[in-house]
C-alpha cells in the first residue's frame, strides 16, 4: 500500500522560476508531514516540515501548502537557483512512528 | 549542527556473509532509525529503536536483520545472511525527543556479490 503519493517524477525549472511537487495521502491519523532535499551522495536533510493544524508555512524561499480536506500537500520553491538541484521527497507519519516517504521528485534548475 | 556519521561509505560483501553497518547518532538523541533506499528509489523504512528496544520495524526487517546499540555512542544494523536483493543505501537517522525531525546520516552503501 502507498501510503504517499508524489507527483511529478522530475521538472525541470528555469533559475527564477517556481518549482511545485504535490503529494497525496491515505491515512488520516498522519500529523506529521515534512520534506526532505537529498543530494547525490549525501543522505536526505530535512527541508521544512508542516502540521496539520495550519494551512501553510513558509520558510525562505520554500512554502509548505496543507489541504487537510483533499488530504494534499504540496511544496513550492520559488526564486528557483541551480543550487537548488536535488531530489525532493514528501513524507508523513504519525506522531513518532515511523515515516512514509514519497516516490521522489528531480528537480534540475537551468541557468 | 551536529551530525550522523556512518560508516563504513561503502561495504561490499559476498552473498551468504553478514555484514555490520554502523552509525554514531547524535549525542543527546533518544530515537534510533534504519532506512534504506535502492538505487533510484524511494527511502524505505526498516526499524526504530528506543529506550534498547525495537519500537517499529516493517515487513522487510525479518529474521535476517538485527539492531544493536551496543554502547552509549553506537547503533549497528546487522544482516546475517546477506541477498542480492539487500544491495542499496542504508541510512541512519535519529531524533531527540519532542521533535519530528529525524536527522539522516550519508549512508552506506552496501554492495551484494
Known amino acids: 500500500q502507498q501510503q504517499v503519493k508524489q507527483s511529478p517524477q522530475s521538472l525541470i525549472v528555469q533559475k527564477g522560476g517556481i518549482s511545485i511537487i504535490n503529494c497525496a495521502y491515505e491515512n488520516t491519523a498522519f500529523d506529521y508531514f515534512p520534506w526532505y532535499q537529498q543530494f547525490p551522495g549525501k543522505g536526505p536533510a530535512l527541508l521544512i516540515a508542516i502540521r496539520p493544524d495550519v494551512s501553510e508555512k513558509k520558510e525562505g524561499r520554500f512554502t509548505i501548502s496543507f489541504n487537510k480536506s483533499a488530504k494534499q500537500f504540496s511544496l513550492h520553491i520559488m526564486d528557483s537557483q541551480p543550487g537548488d538541484s536535488a531530489t525532493y521527497f514528501c513524507a508523513a507519519s504519525i506522531s513518532d512512528y515511523k515515516l512514509s516517504f514519497g516516490a521522489g521528485t528531480t528537480v534540475t534548475v537551468r541557468a | 549542527e551536529p551530525e550522523v556519521t556512518q560508516t563504513p561509505s561503502h561495504q561490499v560483501t559476498q552473498m ?46 525479518d529474521d535476517q536483520f538485527s539492531v544493536e546499540r551496543p554502547d552509549g555512542s553506537n547503533f549497528t544494523l546487522k544482516i546475517r545472511s546477506t541477498k542480492l536483493e539487500d544491495s542499496a543505501m542504508y541510512f541512519c537517522a535519529s531524533r531527540a525527543e519532542g521533535t519530528g525531525r529525524r536527522h539522516f546520516g550519508d549512508g552506506t552503501r552496501l554492495s551484494i556479490l
Not at chain 2, 40 to 48: A, C, N, R, T
Open chain 2, 16 to 61: 551468504g556473509q553478514e555484514v555490520i553497518l554502523r552509525c554514531v547518532p547524535i549525542s543527546n538523541h533518544l530515537y534510533f532509525y534504519w532506512y534504506r533506499q535502492i538505487l533510484g528509489q524511494k527511502v524505505e523504512f526498516l526499524v526504530s529503536f528506543y529506550n534498547n528496544e525495537i519500537s517499529e520495524k516493517s515487513e522487510i526487517f
